[in-house]
């Protein structure tokens, strides 16, 4: 079937600029081209075309948080990714080493990876002071070179309750903070809180292992009392669950030492993210966020250990 030829001054029916064999009347009203129903796009005056409406979200500026973050933070993606790192290690190491992983029992991989200060060396079951080869497994410590501890101790945990509950509170606080602060913000948040913490770790603590998410967590609760300060909500509804974790810091088996270091660095991250001017926002918050990580950097590798216990 075939439409017939236009007549002799008669005014061909345009066709849609994307689907030339459709005829139509209607047109862009940003360029004008004729489109078809299944090409407009409802905009706020008359339909758009689709090149157009791509066009327009390529030159639109992105809304931004009150703190200059990605508005994607919304979905809490870094928030779920960490949850599922952690989760994702802890049960690989289960499969590896069994059940008792599942309680408190530490792994090689525990032992390889926790915050540790100083050397040690492992002597048929127990752990000396020192180095001394020739009698059992050494084990590196941060303050002599072992410095991915410093990273990887975040990621490892002593048990299902101690995973359980660092990862509640994780899911409790990141999503909000990294709604208000932008996945980027908020990543570098949590990673400098865990950093510093375990910096704390050792140099307080240099012969103890401890590991765990906590000393990030506690970052976190630090940022996100600043973060509500400064939108004018209220803080001190924070303030109990704080001063219940600090509690919680000294029972025993539990390092404070980690806590406190998270939280000190949570501070100082939170201060610069949260007050940084309108003007120049993301420089400050780069250059702040960039000196709290060469602090620590300098810290754990100039700084011997405040204390041999």
Same mark, same amino acid.
């Given at each position: 079937?075939?439409?017939?030829?236009?007549?002799?001054?008669?005014?061909?029916?345009?066709?849609?600029?994307?689907?030339?064999?459709?005829?139509?009347?209607?047109?862009?009203?940003?360029?004008?081209?004729?489109i078809?129903?299944?090409?407009?796009?409802?905009?706020?005056?008359?339909?758009?075309?689709?090149?157009?409406?791509?066009?327009?979200?390529?030159?639109?500026?992105?809304?931004?948080?009150?703190?200059?973050?990605?508005?994607?933070?919304?979905?809490?993606?870094?928030?779920?990714?960490?949850?599922?790192?952690?989760?994702?290690?802890?049960a690989?190491?289960?499969?590896?080493?069994?059940?008792?992983?599942?309680?408190?029992?530490?792994?090689?991989?525990?032992?390889?990876?926790?915050?540790?200060g100083?050397?040690?060396?492992?002597?048929?079951?127990?752990?000396?002071?020192?180095?001394?080869?020739?009698?059992?497994?050494?084990?590196?410590?941060?303050?002599?070179?072992?410095?991915?501890?410093?990273?990887?101790?975040?990621?490892?945990?002593?048990?299902?309750?101690?995973?359980?509950?660092?990862?509640?509170?994780?899911?409790?606080? &990141?999503?909000?903070?990294? @709604?208000? +602060?932008? !996945?980027?913000? #908020?990543? =570098?948040?949590?990673?400098l809180?865990? $950093? *510093? &913490?375990?910096?704390?770790? @050792?140099? +307080?603590? !240099?012969?103890? #292992?401890? =590991?765990?998410?906590?000393?990030?967590? $506690? *970052?976190?609760?630090?940022?996100?009392?600043?973060?509500?300060?400064?939108?004018?909500?209220d803080?001190?509804?924070?303030?109990?669950?704080i001063?219940?974790?600090?509690?919680?810091?000294?029972?025993?088996?539990?390092?404070?030492?980690?806590?406190?270091?998270?939280?000190?660095?949570?501070?100082?991250?939170?201060?610069?993210?949260?007050?940084?001017?309108?003007?120049?926002?993301?420089?400050?918050?780069?250059?702040?966020?960039?000196?709290?990580?060469?602090?620590?950097?300098?810290?754990?590798?100039?700084?011997?250990?405040?204390?041999?216990?």
């Amino acid at each position: 079937m075939t439409s017939p030829a236009p007549q002799s001054g008669q005014a061909a029916v345009p066709v849609c600029y994307r689907h030339r064999g459709r005829e139509t009347h209607l047109t862009c009203t940003r360029c004008g081209r004729p489109i078809c129903p299944d090409c407009m796009i409802p905009a706020s005056v008359g339909h758009q075309c689709p090149d157009c409406v791509a066009e327009g979200r390529r030159t639109q500026r992105p809304a931004l948080t009150h703190f200059g973050g990605s508005r994607a933070g919304m979905h809490g993606y870094v928030t779920k990714a960490l949850i599922g790192i952690n989760v994702a290690v802890f049960a690989v190491l289960a499969v590896l080493y069994g059940m008792d992983t599942l309680t408190s029992g530490s792994t090689p991989v525990h032992e390889w990876g926790a915050a540790l200060g100083r050397t040690v060396t492992k002597i048929e079951g127990g752990l000396y002071l020192g180095a001394l080869p020739q009698y059992g497994e050494v084990f590196t410590g941060i303050h002599d070179g072992a410095y991915y501890r410093l990273f990887t101790a975040m990621f490892l945990h002593y048990g299902v309750i101690h995973l359980a509950l660092n990862m509640w509170a994780l899911w409790v606080l &990141g999503r909000s903070l990294e @709604a208000a +602060l932008g !996945p980027i913000r #908020f990543a =570098a948040l949590y990673l400098l809180c865990g $950093f *510093g &913490g375990n910096v704390a770790c @050792a140099l +307080l603590s !240099p012969y103890a #292992f401890s =590991a765990g998410a906590s000393t990030a967590i $506690f *970052g976190l609760f630090a940022a996100y009392f600043l973060v509500l300060r400064r939108l004018g909500r209220d803080a001190m509804s924070v303030v109990p669950v704080i001063l219940v974790n600090v509690v919680i810091s000294f029972l025993p088996g539990i390092s404070w030492q980690g806590h406190l270091g998270g939280f000190v660095t949570g501070v100082a991250c939170g201060l610069g993210l949260a007050y940084a001017p309108r003007e120049n926002r993301n420089f400050v918050q780069a250059a702040v966020l960039a000196g709290v990580f060469a602090v620590l950097v300098a810290v754990a590798v100039f700084v011997p250990p405040l204390t041999q216990g």
